[in-house]
């Protein structure tokens, strides 16, 4: 191959070419089918799509020659900044950033997230990448660190091997740092990427406790008692905590990936104590025992702050109490591995995400991800050149470069108040936590049709209740069909343990409740997990997204305006827009091993029979 033509193809490209990993026919034949794309791709991207390069063959590729690549070529290459961004970057260096490296002006102007960066550098680099917060600390090596050190070099001992201990630094390239992390640990250390953000947070709390900062947790009182359970919530990832009190004793159970499992039981006589204590945590009248309350707790513990919404609901055998915990989420999902289909994602981007005006909603019950999908919306498409502003209650990832405002009504700070002056503040992008009543959905619609963009969460049931419940609220028919862009309805379901999974044959009984016979699911491979001690014999660790992408196009937008029926307007979009539903991508991910049938009859509604298991993965380009 001639030296100018592998130019022309970018560094990562020749090196694969040079390597053998690639072959030239067929990077000729992805540069052809590049040239008549509608929208200009980088050419990994296109050889990405044909399946002719993985991503492991290009981390091979680029550790062979970390020497001879720059960081921001290489994140143009990879298609996460464009050749405008990085001119940008460099005029900002030279003009007013000077002592600024390329990579802190990328994440500080917000060209790129601080995340995904880090995840090219280390690709380019070989340095291993490594989560930082106060569960991954090496306690016994930090000790041996000043303080002051290490928050001056910013470096953290994570964890030691066979060989040597594994440091953290903010910037891995600095010598000064790692000359003094081997001065105070050992010449023995091998060199790790961590986020700067969450290194400096996790050393404020190092120092926190080294202060002498701590929770009171025993068993013996209510209030050591009344923490511990809320710390044993926090370390299992619980998104909520029963205290449910029986007729012989009180029982506690935690959710976790969606459902209620057993956690404790206390005997009855502590009921009264801790029930009392509670109230007194979150300012609730002790005094009242016959009428229901709510209240909210702001806990301090180790490793940082959680927002805890507490309900009280007098029952005949006492209060129960509901913990909400609505912990601050600091690692924002890129929108690439949410779990959506290549197809549907690719339509979701195009005909949503990227549309300059609009709303954009994301349906579903509580606890289903809509928060998290609307934010890997927000973190793909920002940039330094739009504004985007957020009412939320409460704000659940925090992130630089935006607006968030977090609703707190005890402060007459409500969402009313906050949507009337939000569009005073020349927003690009709105970002409305909840639609929940006829005035933060006039706000949207009116928003969209000044031109804004409009991101917002609903609860429905699936994608075609989101526009009901619109025309439900009294917003006018041509006001939804000339506003929403799109809604996406999604769940969350268990994924099987991979450490247990077993392969397994569905039953007639569950044949008969899909609607399906086998035929429709020829090719289909189901599993479950049997139960081991890394899942708590659940057979289930972690979950996955299911969703139903409903893009409003013209047939939909006449179906609203002649207000058809939602089953009318589903089959209209199942016949003619190409919609998956919500038992449809779920069987797919069943179909392929990832969740399970017994997963799929639990969580996901019913409403149309679905189609066989091809022509799902004909729609969903699999």
């Given amino acids: 191959m001639k030296k100018e033509k592998a130019g022309e193809y970018g560094e990562i490209v020749s090196l694969l070419l040079q390597s053998g990993k690639v072959d030239e026919k067929k990077v000729e034949y992805a540069d052809r089918v590049r040239q008549k794309l509608a929208t200009p791709l980088p050419l990994l991207n296109v050889l990405k799509d044909l399946k002719v390069v993985t991503d492991e063959m290009v981390r091979e590729a680029m550790v062979d020659a970390s020497s001879t690549l720059r960081i921001g070529e290489l994140l143009v290459e990879l298609g996460h900044l464009t050749e405008s961004d990085l001119a940008g970057a460099f005029n900002i260096q030279k003009e007013k950033e000077k002592d600024l490296k390329l990579g802190e002006i990328l994440i500080k102007y917000n060209f790129i997230d601080e995340g995904l960066f880090n995840r090219i550098l280390s690709m ?19 000790k041996r660190v000043p303080l002051k050190i290490a928050l001056q070099h910013s470096f953290l001992p994570i964890h030691t091997d066979d060989k040597s201990l594994l440091v953290a630094f903010a910037d891995p390239l600095d010598d000064t740092c790692i000359n003094m992390a081997k001065k105070c640990l050992g010449p023995n250390l091998t060199v790790a990427i961590g986020s700067k953000s969450a290194l400096k947070e996790t050393l404020r709390l190092l120092a926190n406790q080294l202060s002498g900062k701590k929770v009171d947790v025993d068993t013996k009182t209510v209030v050591g008692i009344a923490n511990s359970i809320i710390l044993d919530a926090l370390r299992t990832d619980a998104s909520d905590i029963h205290v449910e009190p029986l007729a012989d004793r009180l029982q506690i159970r935690f959710r976790e990936d969606g459902v209620l499992l057993h956690y404790r039981d206390y005997p009855a006589d502590i009921i009264p104590a801790l029930t009392s204590r509670i109230k007194i945590m979150c300012e609730a009248d002790i005094a009242e025992k016959r009428r229901h309350q709510g209240g909210r707790i702001l806990f301090d513990y180790d490793e940082g702050k959680v927002d805890i919404r507490v309900s009280f609901y007098v029952t005949v055998h006492g209060e129960k109490i509901v913990f909400r915990l609505l912990k601050q989420k600091k690692e924002l999902m890129d929108i690439h591995f949410i779990g959506m289909s290549s197809r549907m994602l690719a339509r979701f981007l195009e005909d949503a995400v990227y549309q300059p005006s609009g709303v954009l909603l994301v349906t579903g019950p509580t606890g289903s991800g809509k928060t998290s999908t609307v934010y890997s919306c927000i973190n793909h498409i920002k940039s330094p050149e739009i504004s985007i502003i957020t009412a939320e209650e409460p704000v659940e990832y925090v992130m630089d470069g935006i607006a968030q405002c977090s609703i707190d009504p005890h402060i007459n700070l409500t969402f009313d108040e906050t949507l009337r002056h939000i569009v005073r503040q020349d927003p690009d992008v709105i970002v409305i936590g909840e639609i929940r009543d006829t005035a933060s959905a006039e706000m949207a619609v009116q928003s969209a049709l000044t031109g804004h963009k409009v991101l ?9 209740g989101g526009l009901i419940r619109l025309l439900n609220m009294d917003i006018a028919p041509f006001m939804i069909s000339s506003t929403v862009v799109s809604v996406l309805a999604q769940r969350l379901l268990r994924k099987v343990c991979t450490s247990c999974a077993v392969e397994v044959k569905i039953s007639p009984q569950q044949l008969h409740r899909l609607g399906c016979s086998m035929t429709d699911l020829h090719g289909a ?5 049997r139960g081991c001690s890394e899942c708590k014999q659940t057979g289930y ?18 179906a609203i305006l002649d207000q058809r029926t939602s089953y009318e307007i589903r089959q209209i ?21 990832i969740t399970s049938i017994d997963e799929l009859l639990r969580c996901l509604p019913k409403l149309s029979v679905p189609r066989p298991l091809a022509e799902i993965r004909r729609l969903s380009g699999e």
């Fill in 124 to 142: 380019q680099l070989g340095f291993p990448l490594v989560e930082i917060n106060m569960s991954t600390v090496d306690k016994k090596h930090f």
């Fill in 456 to 464: 917002s969460t609903f609860h429905t049931e699936d994608s075609i």
């Fill in 525 to 529: 491979v189901f599993k479950k997990g």
């Fill in 541 to 558: 660790k972690g979950r996955v997204g299911v969703f139903e992408l409903l893009v409003l196009d013209e047939l939909v937008r006449d």
């Fill in 573 to 593: 979009s199942i016949e003619h827009s190409g919609l998956v539903t919500l038992l449809e991508d779920g069987l797919l991910k069943a179909a392929n091993g």
